[in-house]
C-alpha cells in the first residue's frame, strides 16, 4: 500500500431510510435487557469451538508464537502450581512487555526469558493495570456478564466453572463483546427499531481522539494505544482523511519470534506486515442509525466504526464497548425508578 493510498476495503453501513423516530429506542434497549437478563453466558457459545489456556510457566515468546499460528489475540491463564484460573492474556499484556524492552534496551536478554507468570512484575514495574481477572460462570445471566466487562473496561470474559468430581476451577471459554453484541443481533428483533442516528445518541468518542499519519513510528502510536488506554488509532492523510487504523492487535504481528527490530517501522511499513485477510475498517457516518449498526454486526466482524464525513474526514470513533454500554444503561435509571 503506497503511503497516500486510501484504504480500499472500507465497509459502510447499509443505508437507511427516513423513518420518524418515536418512542421505540427506550422500549428497544430495554428489551436487549431483557433478553441478557434470560439467557446465560453459555447460550451464546458456538455449538463447537476452539479453546486454548496457557500455563503461566509458558514462555511469553512462545505464547506469541501460539497466539499468532491459531490466529487468536488472548488466551486464558491457568496457573498448574495451584490448579487455578489466573486471568486472562491479551494484547495488552504483550505491549506491557515492549514498553518494559522500549524502556530497558540493554534487557533484551531478560525479556527473551520472561514467562507468563513474570506479566505481573512487569506491571509493577511500569505502573500499569494488572492483567483481567474477571469472570462468569456459564450459568448466570448473560447480562451479568455485559455489566462485569462494561465495569472493568475488558473487552472480553472468560467463562469459568466448577469441575464436579475436583470441585476446582475449570476454563470453559472466552465470550467477547463482539460475539454478545451478534447474539443480540441475530435473536432481538428490537435492534431493528433502534432508529435514532448517531448524531442524536450519547454513542462514541467525538473529541480528544488520538490520530497518526503513515510516517508515525509506530512506537508513538503504540504510546498513544497506552496512555489513552485505547485500542485503536485512525490513520490519515495530508489532507485529514482516515485512509487506515492502526489496531492493538496490529502489534503482536511485529513482536513475533521475540524480534523487536521491527518497532522502528513507521506506521506505513508496520500496515504492510498485516495478513492478507485483514478485512479492513468499518466506517459510518453521524446519520447513520443504531439499527443499521446492529445490522453489519450481524453480518460482519467489526470491532469499531470510525466516523466520518462526507470527505472522509475524521469525526469519532464508536466502539463495540460504547454499543454495549449504550444498550445496557439508556433508560436504565427510569426502569429502576
Known amino acids: 500500500m503506497d503511503q497516500g493510498e486510501p484504504l480500499a476495503k472500507e465497509r459502510r453501513p447499509p443505508e437507511t431510510a427516513n423513518i420518524s423516530v418515536s418512542d421505540h429506542e427506550p422500549s428497544s434497549t430495554r428489551a436487549i435487557r431483557a433478553f441478557l437478563k434470560v439467557r446465560t453466558s453459555y447460550d451464546v457459545l458456538p455449538l463447537s469451538f476452539r479453546l486454548i489456556v496457557f500455563d503461566t510457566a509458558l514462555l511469553v515468546k512462545k ?15 491457568w496457573d498448574s502450581r495451584t490448579s487455578t484460573f489466573a486471568g486472562l492474556l491479551t494484547v495488552s499484556d504483550y505491549i506491557n512487555v515492549i514498553q518494559y524492552y522500549w524502556h530497558n534496551p540493554d534487557a533484551l536478554a531478560q525479556v527473551d526469558q520472561f514467562r507468563l507468570n513474570s506479566l505481573r512484575d512487569i506491571e509493577k514495574a511500569l505502573g500499569v493495570t494488572p492483567i483481567e481477572t474477571a469472570s462468569i460462570h456459564p450459568s448466570r445471566p ?185 444498550v445496557l444503561l439508556e433508560g436504565e435509571a427510569d426502569e429502576s425508578g
Open 142 to 326: 448473560l447480562y451479568e456478564a455485559c455489566r462485569s466487562m462494561v465495569a472493568s473496561k475488558a473487552r472480553r470474559i472468560p467463562i469459568i466453572d466448577d469441575d464436579d468430581e475436583t470441585g476446582r476451577a475449570m476454563v470453559v471459554s472466552v465470550i467477547t463483546q463482539y460475539r454478545i453484541l451478534k447474539f443480540v443481533a441475530v435473536n432481538v428483533g428490537e435492534t431493528q427499531k433502534l432508529r435514532k442516528p448517531l448524531r442524536d445518541l450519547n454513542v462514541g468518542t467525538y473529541s480528544g481522539l488520538a490520530t497518526a499519519q503513515m510516517d508515525t513510528p509506530v512506537m508513538d502510536v503504540i504510546n498513544m494505544l497506552v496512555k489513552r488506554v485505547i485500542s485503536s488509532v485512525p490513520i490519515l492523510d495530508s489532507d485529514g482523511a482516515v485512509i487506515n487504523v492502526f489496531e492493538a492487535v496490529d502489534v503482536i504481528t511485529l513482536i513475533k519470534g521475540g524480534v523487536y527490530e521491527d518497532l522502528n517501522l513507521t506506521v506505513g511499513e508496520a500496515l504492510l506486515k498485516r495478513s492478507e485477510e485483514f478485512p479492513g475498517i468499518y466506517t459510518c457516518a453521524l446519520h447513520d442509525r443504531l439499527d443499521a449498526i446492529f445490522d453489519t454486526i450481524r453480518k460482519s466482524r467489526v470491532h469499531r466504526f470510525v466516523v466520518i464525513d462526507e470527505n472522509s474526514h475524521l469525526k469519532g470513533v464508536v466502539t463495540l464497548s460504547d454499543i454495549l454500554e449504550y
Open 63 to 77: 505464547s506469541l508464537d501460539i497466539l499468532l499460528q491459531n490466529e487468536i489475540v488472548s488466551a486464558p491463564l
